[in-house]
């Protein structure tokens, strides 16, 4: 436990330090999205990964979170934290509402009831023109502040996004190492076991979804005062498909390996941009080839390849002793 | 009277649409009931049936029945490539591991028609003229009658191929007991990949007779997809009459809901039912519950 401690203490420090040298530039900009993209990856992995229960439609609590803080600041002048906590709270709330009877359903089932939510949200954001401004999208939402601080630039977004992220992924840290944590590993490997061991199974399924949902919203209010701007296009079917993606490609089960997948898949499309729509090719045969060839996502990946490259000196370091 | 007049039109093309989702749900259930696999991918084959007899036609240059075949062929030869490059390879894949490989495969498809022929709808001319057909007080658009007519021959070619043929046996034979199956001569494997061919060519199909109604598009696989799904959930996954029953069902509340109540919720229609439908009768409408085994 004390080496994930330093870990995530080195973690947190190249987080903090990484911008200075890039001072606000594009790069800033675009690793804020790494940021609220981690912990969207990290709710679904939670979900995914570690208790096995697929979702469709992790972009919808995202997009209500957005969207309810958005709606609360500029139609009704909210406080945008107290529409944040508000929101969140209301997001969480509804999750576990449809939690339990989404939940009872398994594999393909769960993933198109998922779907399904996720769908009907995205057209109820289409549809209510006169609340969210429809496709052509919501517009003048305020920046955060702190008294007399504005986060109005990148390198200040970027802090607010990543305070949020690191509290996240240190709540994750703690939670999958918990009796909580070692639940959800039982339920995916077999619920049958784990009822019989005692874990109350349906209950924690819904506990989870609900986490992933509250984290999802938290930072889909971020994402709202950071862009000013939202369109109900960011939150569709194909951004539960691109967070899917993340979490697979990092590795599921894996905290770092959500925030990996994360990094690559928004760095990507920025490297990708001179092909443009290439990427969405680029999607595919990376879930395709992933999932056949590197069940484990890069995570396993990349120390398998390392041994691969260095198998010589393991041997016979083993033969001396 | 009004009223009469527009509920009886929007039940005629409910039941058009409704059809078409029928004919997917079939699709489905190919897929299903030989492998256990939802095939997320399936709304794609839809699609390319759509796409690919515009480019023939247009393109090609290939008259409208020489271009069908074309398309269908076309996309049952990828739904074969697809089953042996991305879903033979697993080896005890999980269904989460194949819900996610069936995704890849969808988006995969959906980018390369995309960057093959643009994101630009086009529409197929229909096959016999679009001269209306008025019958009590609403009409009927010729290629109405082709989708029911489609309809109705694919499904007497399914009943007759998996009541009548030894392959069709097999395959039945396959979704009862693969082990079992296997014991008695059957190859599992081939027979997985005829349902993967099968059920490519009837969604390409559907694709194709649908076209000069809706449009099409390299986006419009994934709701029709998805509502082919919702149709084969409520047939209860089984390849029958009840997959059909479901998609008409579908078809005419949808159309129904749209014209009554508002049509930018269309789609949200069908997935509510489709919601209700999982959390009520996940067995479907019309079977019998069964016991789930461990």
Not at chain 1, 41 to 65: E, K
Not at chain 1, 184 to 210: C, P, W, Y
Not at chain 2, 42 to 71: D, K, Y
Not at chain 2, 234 to 240: C, E, I, N, T, V
Request: glycine share 12%.
């Amino acid at each position: 436990m004390k080496s994930d401690r330093i870990k995530f203490l080195f973690f947190a420090l190249v987080v903090l330090l990484i911008p200075l040298p890039l001072s606000g530039g594009y790069l800033t900009n675009v690793l804020i999205f790494v940021g609220i993209n981690s912990v969207l990856a990290l709710g679904l992995n939670l979900l995914l990964g570690y208790a096995g229960q697929i979702s469709l439609g992790q972009a919808a609590f995202f997009g209500l979170g957005a969207y309810g803080s958005g709606v609360l600041t500029t139609a009704y002048g909210l406080n945008p934290w107290l529409a944040m906590i508000a929101v969140a709270l209301c997001v969480a709330a509804f999750a576990f509402a449809i939690g339990f009877p989404v939940l009872r359903l398994k594999g393909h089932y769960l993933a198109m009831a998922t779907l399904g939510v996720g769908v009907i949200v995205n057209i109820a954001f289409n549809e209510t023109v006169d609340l969210t401004g429809g496709p052509s999208g919501l517009s003048g939402i305020p920046n955060l502040s702190i008294g007399s601080l504005t986060f109005d630039s990148d390198l200040k977004n970027y802090y607010l996004v990543w305070v949020f992220a690191l509290g996240m992924i240190l709540l994750s840290l703690n939670l999958v190492n918990s009796r909580f944590g070692r639940g959800l590993r039982a339920i995916h490997d077999s619920e049958v076991a784990a009822r019989v061991m005692g874990v109350n199974a349906r209950l924690m399924k819904v506990q989870v979804f609900t986490l992933s949902a509250f984290m999802s919203a938290i930072m889909g209010s971020l994402y709202c005062h950071v862009m000013t701007f939202i369109s109900p296009n960011s939150f569709g079917f194909s951004m539960s498909v691109e967070l899917l993606t993340m979490v697979v490609i990092g590795g599921l089960g894996s905290v770092y390996g959500s925030i990996l997948g994360a990094l690559l898949l928004t760095l990507l499309p920025e490297m990708l941009r001179t092909f443009q729509d290439y990427d969405i090719i680029v999607y595919g045969l990376l879930l395709i080839t992933m999932t056949i060839y590197l069940p484990g996502g890069l995570v396993e990946g990349i120390p398998a390849l390392f041994r691969l490259l260095v198998p010589a000196k393991k041997v016979t370091e083993g033969s001396d002793a | 009277m009004e009223l009469l007049n527009q509920v009886t039109q929007f039940v005629i093309s409910g039941l058009a649409t409704g059809s078409i989702y029928a004919l997917i749900g079939l699709s489905f259930a190919i897929i299903f009931n030989s492998t256990g696999i939802i095939n997320f991918a399936q709304g794609e084959f839809v699609m390319l049936g759509g796409v690919l007899t515009i480019f023939s036609l247009n393109v090609l240059h290939l008259p409208l029945l020489a271009a069908i075949v074309v398309a269908v062929a076309v996309t049952t030869i990828i739904g074969l490539v697809f089953e042996r490059l991305a879903i033979r390879p697993l080896k005890n894949a999980t269904p989460l591991m194949l819900i996610i490989i069936t995704i890849g495969a969808s988006i995969l498809i959906r980018g390369l028609v995309m960057l093959l022929w643009g994101k630009d709808t086009q529409a197929l001319p229909a096959f016999s003229g679009t001269d209306p057909i008025s019958i009590a007080g609403a009409t009927l658009l010729p290629q109405h009658l082709w989708i029911f007519g489609v309809t109705v021959l694919v499904i007497i070619g399914c009943r007759l191929f998996f009541n009548h043929t030894i392959s069709g046996k097999a395959m039945r034979a396959c979704s009862f007991n693969r082990r079992a199956a296997n014991l008695v001569g059957i190859s599992v494997g081939r027979m997985v990949l005829f349902s993967f061919v099968i059920s490519a060519a009837v969604g390409a199909l559907a694709g194709v007779i649908i076209a000069p109604l809706t449009m099409t598009a390299y986006d419009v696989g994934v709701m029709l997809g998805l509502k082919g799904f919702c149709a084969a959930i409520m047939g209860g996954m089984g390849s029958g009459l009840g997959t059909v029953l479901g998609g008409l069902i579908l078809g005419t509340l949808e159309s129904l809901g749209a014209g009554l109540i508002s049509s930018g919720y269309k789609d949200a229609i069908a997935f509510f039912i489709l919601l209700l439908i999982l959390f009520i009768r996940p067995q479907g409408l019309f079977k019998k519950g069964e016991t789930e085994r461990v």
